[in-house]
């Protein structure tokens, strides 16, 4: 069965074309929530209007369900803003 951590890691592999980083370390991914082959993702954009909302959620979507143990994943975007100081760096 897949992990959160496992989807986390893949989902980080996902990157914002305008920003050059991924939505893990910007800190739109805002929770994921794994129920035996389902997951679902929570995510938000950096910007209202974004023209590349539909490219970033279906990389998203793709991302998860390529975790070994994942058979569906959906996408939930968020009405919320995103805040800079949600992101992080890795080492």
Known sequence: MATEQEVREALAKVIDPHI???????????EILV????????MV???PGCPLASYLVEQV?????????VDEATVILLD????????????
Do not use: H, K
């Not at 129920?35 to 929570?42: D, F, H, K, M, Y």
């Open 61 to 69: 979507r793709q991302a998860a369900e390529g975790v070994e143990g």
């Open 45 to 47: 954009l950096t910007g």
């Open 20 to 30: 050059g980083m991924s939505v893990v370390d910007m800190g739109m991914i805002r």
């Open 35 to 42: 129920n035996e082959g389902q997951v679902e993702v929570r």
């Open 80 to 91: 919320e803003p995103w805040r800079p100081e949600w992101m992080t760096r890795r080492p």
